[in-house]
């Protein structure tokens, strides 16, 4: 499955042209221009629900997170339309599998009553993510020889370039972890995506009418962190 889907060829062509992304590995967005990123998947908090006492330390908690940082991160929330058809096709196999001829009909109720909720409001999910940054200084010292060098032994530039990818990757990591400590005091959890969980989140952005709802993975079932 590619990451961005086009009618033709041509279309290809123009669409990648504004897709910033050049490849995606180890849990690392890397773009274009070499700058890279992380994303973290992010809990939610009804603050309407807590105390005065425990909202003033939710806030105080969010403001020294925000001082902490020295760096800057992007905080991003995805909604999205919520697909019912795999719990609809659940209720079904549970009404077939009944035997007790009330608990069925009760069953059969709640699954006409939630698909015609759906078909007369919109239910949209919502998903939070915090995009930290990394972006690596360009090394514009190198000469003429070194181009030459890199062009006569390609396999080594590769092996440098992969040592320089790691290098780097654990700086970005380095923020992720003080990100991650200075969130643990405003009572979010979150958990980092992996390759296949970010390149499922991209492609659901850039393809909404074909993938119109990712399976990121479930934050209440995930390995969850809290600080």
């Known amino acids: 499955m590619g990451l961005f889907a086009s009618g033709s060829a041509g279309q290809g062509v123009s669409t990648l042209k504004y897709v910033d992304i050049k490849t995606i590995k180890d849990g690392v967005v890397?773009?274009?221009?070499?700058?890279?990123?992380a994303v973290l998947l992010v809990s939610s908090v009804?603050?309407?629900l807590?105390?005065?006492?425990?909202?003033?330390?939710?806030?105080?908690?969010?403001q020294n997170f925000l001082n902490s940082l020295d760096f800057p991160v992007q905080i991003v929330v995805s909604s999205r339309k919520l697909n019912i058809t795999p719990y609809a096709e659940m209720l079904k196999e549970k009404v077939q599998e009944q035997h007790n001829e009330l608990l069925k009909i009760q069953i059969v109720e709640y699954r006409e009553?939630?698909?015609?909720?759906t078909e007369?409001?919109?239910?949209m999910s919502k998903s939070f993510y915090l995009?930290?940054?990394?972006?690596?200084?360009?090394?514009e010292s190198e000469g003429m020889l070194g181009r030459i060098?890199?062009?006569?032994?390609?396999?080594?530039?590769?092996?440098e370039r992969e040592e320089l990818f790691e290098t780097y990757k654990n700086?970005?990591?380095?923020?992720?972890?003080?990100?991650?400590?200075?969130?643990?005091?405003?009572?979010?959890?979150?958990?980092?995506?992996?390759?296949?969980?970010?390149?499922?989140?991209?492609?659901g952005m850039y393809n909404p009418s074909e993938y119109s709802q990712a399976t990121i993975k479930d934050i209440t079932k995930s390995e969850i962190q809290q600080m």
């Open 131 to 139: 995009v930290v940054p990394f972006a690596p200084v360009e090394d």
């Open 120 to 123: 007369v409001t919109n239910i």
């Open 149 to 159: 060098s890199k062009a006569v032994h390609p396999s080594q530039d590769i092996a």
């Open 30 to 37: 890397v773009l274009n221009n070499g700058a890279m990123r």
């Open 171 to 203: 700086q970005l990591w380095q923020r992720v972890d003080h990100v991650a400590a200075a969130l643990g005091g405003t009572g979010l959890h979150f958990t980092t995506l992996t390759t296949d969980e970010l390149i499922e989140l991209y492609y």
């Open 46 to 48: 009804n603050f309407d």
């Open 113 to 117: 009553f939630i698909k015609n909720l």
């Open 50 to 62: 807590k105390s005065s006492d425990e909202q003033t330390a939710i806030i105080g908690a969010y």
